[in-house]
């Protein structure tokens, strides 16, 4: 295993498996807190990432993914310097949700907060049984500062996410991927396994094909709904230009590539 290296090494580890990036929030003995110092050792790990894998897996160590923003630092911070701090980390997730590769968490224990934020940014989120959601801001007298207003009421809708803020509400993997914000439920202990093999599957796909489903429809859904139609023909036609997609093609039409089947391969 490869670490990323300086300050920034106890808070992040780095392992690249083949084609996927491994990012593990390591700071376990505060259910991974994350504090300006992790948001930048975060932001270092997925620009690695970003350069030479083709997929990312971000995980935590020890029981739980991460409980959220540090609040002992935040507490401490001056008006301006909280403004700043969180466009700091909408700046960094974005580097994940709109970046040049995939990511998948792998969530496990504390999903909360700012952790959940984190999650939200990634194209895939895995949990196990062991993983439980919360957004606890209106009892901490607070507001969401990671992207979560954005992220996470896309994902479960507003009135929902303002549910879990105003009541403290708390779900388990189950009741949120009925919401839609966990994409699949591992069996327990399983959850990094099977976020590794999401990530290496992804990691097959074309590369432009790749990137212009974690930009383009994101930016799609911002638009009217002619705007979208017109920039799904542009991009469309942009992909099946890249000698990759003309290579995948030619090896569907001269039977090479497996067809699509039905779930259990029936």
Known sequence: MSQSTGEAESLVTYELRGTVALIGLNRPAKRNAISDRFVEAIADAVTRAS????????????????????????????????VKGSRRWHAVFDLIERGTIPFVSA?????????FELAASTQIRVADGT????LPEGQRGIFVGGGGSVRIARLIGPARMGDMMLTGRVLNATGMEAWGGVTYVAEDGKALDKAVE???????????TNYAIINALPR?????SEDGLFTESMVASLATMTDDAKARLRDFLEKRAAKVQAPGGS
């Open 51 to 82: 350069s030479e894998a083709k997929a990312g897996v971000i995980f935590g160590h020890g029981p739980h993914f991460c409980a959220g923003l540090d609040l002992s630092e935040h507490s401490e911070k001056p008006l301006f310097e909280a």
């Open 107 to 115: 969530l496990t224990g504390a999903t909360v907060g700012g952790g």
């Open 131 to 134: 993983a439980f959601f919360a």
């Open 198 to 208: 999401i990530a290496e599957r992804m990691a097959q796909n074309a590369e432009f």
């Open 220 to 224: 799609i859904a911002d638009m009217s």
